[in-house]
């Protein structure tokens, strides 16, 4: 399988505390993208970085880029309760629209 | 107009029945995509449509039978289906061409009994 790995698998926090998160995965790509999704709906694109990219903000999210190492990181800072969810790393490899998902980090956040 | 719009959101089927999952978007996208997706797994891509042509299947049954009338639109007709398909079916949409980003549905829960 093609499918990128993250870790941790879940993750507990304390409201206002940062969560980071990990994503590795196998092949050579075109951009890295990092999805949320809250409990049986639908997945809400949060931040694409491309592989000539090695750093970007938006928000209270940070997201790093190793294309050496093939790893991403996700960083939420100041965590909120609205931030309970599942986050996604997906891979797009260039020529086709076919995004490869990681396996998912679970992150709670504690009132 | 950002949303991607998914009928219905429930599903119960049995085995031998036919039934459609549909999809409509109005953001121009003509990229339009199905993922299969079970409980804490990721989503797993089925099909792909690009510029209302299939361009990947990922090797699905046959059960499962995509079918993009417009570029709008974008239905998944099922057809003797087992209880292992049993799922949320989420359907997205992007630009076409390369691995931009994704817009998703709310997703279709099936149950097949």
């Known amino acids: 399988s093609q499918q990128g790995e993250e870790d941790p698998q879940a993750l507990s926090i304390q409201e206002g505390e940062n969560a980071t998160m990990n994503c590795s995965y196998k092949?050579?790509?075109?951009?890295l993208q990092w999805y949320r999704q809250n409990s049986g709906r639908g997945l809400v694109h949060l931040i694409l970085?491309?592989?000539?990219?090695r750093e970007k903000h938006s928000g209270r999210l940070r997201v790093t880029l190793d294309t050496s190492k093939k790893s991403s990181s996700l960083l939420i800072t100041a965590s909120r309760a609205a931030d309970t969810a599942s986050y996604f790393c997906?891979?797009?490899?260039?020529?086709?629209?076919?995004?490869?998902f990681g396996t998912g980090t679970r992150l709670t956040i504690i009132p | 107009d950002t949303e991607v719009t998914q009928t219905p959101k429930h599903l119960v089927m049995g085995m031998t029945n036919k039934k459609s999952l549909k999809c409509e978007q109005h953001?121009?996208?003509?990229?339009m995509y199905w993922y299969k997706q079970k409980a804490k797994k990721p989503p797993e891509l089925m099909f792909v449509?690009?510029?209302?042509?299939?361009?990947i299947n990922e090797s699905v049954p046959s059960r499962f039978s995509p079918e993009c009338p417009n570029s709008s639109l974008l239905n998944l007709h099922l057809h003797a289906l087992q209880p292992e398909d049993s799922a949320l079916y989420l359907c997205?949409?992007?630009?076409?061409?390369?691995?931009?980003?994704?817009?998703f549905g709310p997703g279709t829960r099936l149950t097949v009994t």
């Open positions: 970085i491309r592989s000539n990219e």
């Open positions: 997906a891979t797009g490899r260039f020529g086709n629209e076919k995004l490869t």
């Open positions: 997205a949409s992007s630009l076409a061409g390369t691995s931009y980003e994704q817009y």
């Open positions: 092949t050579s790509i075109n951009n």
């Open positions: 953001m121009g996208h003509r990229a």
């Open positions: 449509y690009s510029y209302e042509k299939l361009s």
